[in-house]
């Protein structure tokens, strides 16, 4: 079946960059998520992209996607302290209704 | 509209009784999903409606649970016999069926306490 892993925990200090990786066994997964949920809260769906792209970025957030490898990764530029949060991968097949979800990456941003 | 809307947000319930949680999707949301959260990992997916039928069920989920979406607008979750392992977070989403990125739109959850 569908397996999305993620490293647990990215500790970073506030104006670095954070990368937080991912990988999937699904190939094929048509779509890619980053989600982020704050304490307490539902999930916010940050930003996708679909497989037949490699690169997206939308703001401080830059996806870049590895196919081959089955490797998703998120860029965070200018980390924030609003930043720290547990962010959580997801794909999702073509003719899938439902997402599969990682366990998620603790972001800690450090002043 | 104010997003998706779970109620309650706090369930404590005593073995074996039965509990029934809401959602209340993004109005126009044709699909909708129930998600469990325990702590420390991701969501695990239970079941998903588009309008008013039931297209998948997880094989995970017991017969103990049932969720229905009569009218094709909200949706409720139903735990019979509720055992302590049922304790967790149970998140709602919706999403557009052909929407951009089909990606979700979570509703805050209902945090259930088995004693």
């Known amino acids: 079946g569908e397996d999305v892993e993620q490293s647990l925990f990215l500790s970073v200090r506030e104006g670095d960059s954070s990368v937080i990786n991912c990988t999937y066994t699904d190939s094929s997964s048509t779509y890619l998520y980053w989600y982020k949920q704050e304490p307490g809260a539902g999930l916010q769906l940050l930003t996708y992209i679909f497989s037949n792209m490699d690169m997206k970025q939308d703001q401080r957030l830059t996806v870049l996607l590895n196919k081959k490898d089955k490797h998703l990764s998120l860029r965070i530029a200018d980390t924030q302290t609003g930043d720290s949060a547990i962010y959580f991968c997801?794909?999702?097949?073509?003719?899938?209704?439902?997402?599969?979800f990682g366990d998620g990456t603790t972001l800690t941003v450090k002043p | 509209d104010t997003g998706v809307s779970q109620n309650p947000r706090h369930k404590i319930t005593k073995r074996g009784q039965n509990v029934t949680f809401r959602c209340d999707p993004i109005s126009e949301h044709n699909r909708l999903y129930w998600y469990r959260q325990t702590l420390g990992q991701g969501p695990e997916f239970l079941t998903y409606f588009q309008n008013e039928a039931q297209l998948e069920k997880s094989r995970l989920l017991s017969d103990r649970f049932s969720a229905e979406r009569p009218k094709g607008s909200f949706s409720t979750l139903e735990i019979q016999r509720t055992e302590q392992g049922d304790s967790a977070m149970y998140l709602c989403?919706?999403?557009?069926?052909?929407?951009?990125?089909?990606?979700?739109?979570f509703g805050s959850g209902t945090r259930l306490t088995v004693v």
């Open positions: 989403a919706s999403s557009l069926v052909d929407g951009p990125g089909h990606g979700y739109t």
């Open positions: 997801a794909e999702r097949g073509t003719n899938a209704g439902k997402s599969t």
